[in-house]
């Protein structure tokens, strides 16, 4: 089953998100590469951070 | 409203990149169509629901606007409006009913995520579309 891992969906997902927003917002090449990976870091970063965070009001 | 712009705000919108192509930006339109496509063909894959205007087909204009409030969920409106984003996929996955939503799978959800998520990047690059044709932006 394809991207059984939800963490590997939400890279690919953060992935192409990334690079579209990079195209539309940025004009130059450079402007974009930087822009992109920034994006794809904080989405990727934020998700993992955010589920640690809920992994505290785990049920026991 | 520059005809330009509009143009290539409804081409951007049917299918994905078409609006960049028709002003020779191929290489961002070609990115586009692929991570649309890629986007809404992995949601498919994965078992995601598309969600469809209406529960039941219109018999009438009085219906139409009826069914607007005969939904399961009301907000299934707003996924309705995202999956509509995709154009042209949106139209194939009705078409050929792709996209029914296999809930016992666990991907159901990131499945509809990825087709809604892919349909409202597409109403941007469409709308980028439009600033281009009409001369705010390069």
Redesign the interface.
């Known amino acids: 089953?394809?991207?059984?891992s939800?963490l590997l969906?939400?890279v690919?997902?953060a992935l192409?998100?990334a690079?579209?927003?990079a195209?539309?917002r940025r004009?130059d090449t450079k402007a974009r590469v930087r822009y992109g990976l920034l994006l794809f870091a904080v989405m990727t970063a934020g998700a993992l951070a955010f589920g640690w965070f809920m992994f505290l009001f785990i049920k026991k | 409203m520059k005809i330009k712009g509009i143009v290539a705000l409804v081409l951007g919108w049917a299918v994905p990149g078409l609006g960049h192509a028709i002003q020779k930006k191929y290489l961002?339109a070609a990115?586009?169509f692929v991570?649309?496509f890629?986007?809404t063909g992995?949601g498919l894959?994965?078992g995601g629901k598309v969600y469809p205007m209406y529960l039941e087909p219109p018999h009438n204009v009085f219906q139409v606007f009826l069914n607007l409030f005969r939904k399961e969920n009301p907000l299934t409106i707003l996924a309705f409006f995202a999956d509509i984003g995709n154009g042209l996929f949106y139209a194939l996955s009705r078409l050929f009913a792709w996209g029914g939503g296999e809930l016992e799978?666990?991907?159901f959800e990131?499945g509809t995520?990825?087709i809604a998520?892919?349909g409202l990047?597409n109403f941007?690059?469409a709308i980028?579309a439009y600033d281009i044709g009409a001369g705010k932006?390069?």
């Not at chain 1, 089953?1 to 059984?4: A, L, R, S, V, Y």
Request: charged share 15%.
């Open positions: 089953m394809i991207f059984e939800h969906s939400m690919v997902y192409f998100v690079l579209v927003m195209l539309i004009d | 961002r990115l586009f991570s649309i890629a986007m992995i894959v994965m799978r666990a991907t990131f995520a990825y998520g892919a990047l941007l690059i980028d932006k390069k």
